[in-house]
């Protein structure tokens, strides 16, 4: 799995590629997020369109992401969920937790 | 009742990168029955989540301990069966990770992502310890792997 981080405006997009998954990708989103808060940012958009997987494992890091985001007073939003990804989230009803947005545009602007 | 010979057996250490091993041996048993992407990605997925409950909660991620993976193909059911060396839990003490005040809480989804994946959920405790999580699965396709060669023979 792979993360790269870049600026829109205020907000830090992560984009994810890979699998989400126990012993690796789990910890990658938890690090990528701390990064990000570390340097400063309060809003942060997870780009999810290049995961193929993700595991409950990968599931408890987004929503330990969220809160963390939460706690610092910033917001924390999904945009690009693949449809296996988003049947997981409809499943464990995470769904009704996240913001999520089809496009990044949409996503962006939906933080000011 | 007949005894269905598993198709594959796999016995791993406790450690996070065997599950990739489990999961591509058990995805590429289901692609020979011909399934679909979408029931080769979910069941590869639930089997995903047992090995790693195996390691993790059972074996304590301790790699002296083994997981034991078996696969069988019967009668248009797909059976999984996980095995670790752990000392058993009550599979009925696991909160609900849909009650509204577990949704924020990181952990607690595993065992719901393997009854909501699959058809039927089971576990069983050996009297000398040890659980063992069966998975199953009705499939579309279920011609065994191996009856091409059968019918040559």
Not at chain 1, 48 to 62: N, R, Y
Not at chain 1, 85 to 103: G, K, R
Request: hydrophobic share 40%.
């Amino acid at each position: 799995m792979n993360i790269r981080q870049r600026q829109v405006g205020d907000v830090t997009v992560l984009d994810v590629t890979g699998k989400i998954t126990i012993g690796v990708g789990d910890v990658a989103i938890k690090d990528a997020v701390q990064v990000a808060l570390g340097g400063g940012a309060r809003d942060i958009l997870l780009n999810l369109q290049g995961v193929t997987t993700i595991d409950s494992a990968g599931v408890g890091e987004l929503v330990s992401a969220y809160t963390s985001v939460a706690h610092r007073g910033g917001k924390l939003k999904l945009v690009g969920l693949p449809p296996k990804v988003n049947d997981i989230l409809q499943i464990t009803q995470l769904i009704t937790v996240f913001e999520v947005y089809d496009d990044e545009a949409s996503a962006v602007a939906s933080f000011k | 009742m007949p005894v269905v010979e598993p198709e594959a057996y796999l016995a791993v250490a406790s450690r996070f990168e065997n599950i990739e091993l489990v999961q591509a041996v058990v995805e590429d048993l289901l692609q020979r029955l011909e399934l679909g992407d979408d029931d080769r990605h979910w069941i590869g997925l639930a089997v995903r989540e047992a090995v790693a409950n195996a390691i993790k909660h059972g074996n304590g991620g301790d790699p002296q301990k083994q997981v034991e993976v078996e696969v069988r193909i019967d009668a248009g059911d797909v059976e999984v069966s996980v095995r670790d060396e752990g000392k058993g839990f009550d599979p009925s003490s696991v909160a609900d990770p849909l009650a509204p005040e577990n949704l924020l809480r990181p952990g607690g989804r595993g065992i719901f992502y393997m009854r909501s994946l699959m058809d039927k959920v089971e576990y069983r405790f050996g009297a000398q310890g040890g659980t063992e999580v069966v998975l199953r699965k009705r499939i579309k396709s279920a011609a065994a792997p191996r009856a091409e060669e059968e019918t040559r023979s």
